[in-house]
């Protein structure tokens, strides 16, 4: 069976990077989410240091992620082609995907998934540093802190989300996983779900 590159490896290790440090941020996050999801502070050891480590994880991991960003981008911006995609899409919900029109390396809704991540991210880094006690909250109004607390919030849930589709998605489409964990793909995995992006890299460019 022929495989083709999809994903260097730095970009691999990128990834994981910030899976890791996803999961870290977010346990220690949901310590303080609500009082019955307080004992995930034991695995930082203790509310102090799950307060004290969580900001610095996610500052971690939305630095990691810029990594990714800017590699990325460009793979992700929106075209005509997303239009005729978006609207075959419940379609391939529904499990007929033989509608689909041809996609390059990554379909409507892997850049909606992209961009979700990017933006609720952007959020959270920024309304994070507004409430960073003790560096940065005496800088603003209660006011502006609370309102950032639900912001933050409201974009971790978004961020949680988005990231469930990501790696459901990554599953249900037989051959994704391989991506990510060896770089490569089969050449039959990408005619069938990203032909443009197929023959680009079949004709060397």
Same mark, same amino acid.
């Given at each position: 069976?022929?495989? $083709? ?21 977010? $346990? ?92 609720? $991210? ?84």
């Amino acid at each position: 069976m022929k495989y $083709l590159r999809r994903y260097e490896d730095r970009d691999r290790m990128n990834h994981w990077a910030v899976a890791l440090l996803f999961v870290l941020a977010g $346990l220690s996050g949901l310590a303080f989410f609500h009082p019955s999801l307080f004992f995930f502070s034991h695995l930082f050891g203790g509310g102090s240091w799950a307060r004290i480590l969580h900001p610095f994880l996610g500052l971690a991991m939305a630095l990691c992620f810029l990594g990714l960003f800017f590699r990325l981008k460009a793979d992700n911006a929106f075209n005509e082609g997303d239009k005729a995609w978006k609207a075959k899409m419940g379609e391939m919900l529904k499990g007929k995907k033989d509608g689909l029109p041809p996609v390059g390396k990554y379909n409507y809704g892997q850049k909606m998934v992209f961009w979700t991540l990017a933006i609720s $991210l952007f959020v959270l880094l920024v309304t994070g540093f507004m409430f960073w006690r003790p560096w940065f909250a005496h800088y603003f109004p209660i006011d502006v802190i609370r309102a950032a607390v639900l912001l933050h919030s409201i974009s971790a849930v978004v961020l949680v989300l988005a990231t469930i589709m990501h790696v459901y998605a990554a599953i249900w489409v037989k051959g994704t996983v391989r991506a990510m964990t060896r770089g490569t793909v089969s050449e039959a995995w990408a005619k069938k779900n990203h032909p443009l992006w197929h023959s680009e890299v079949t004709r060397g460019k």
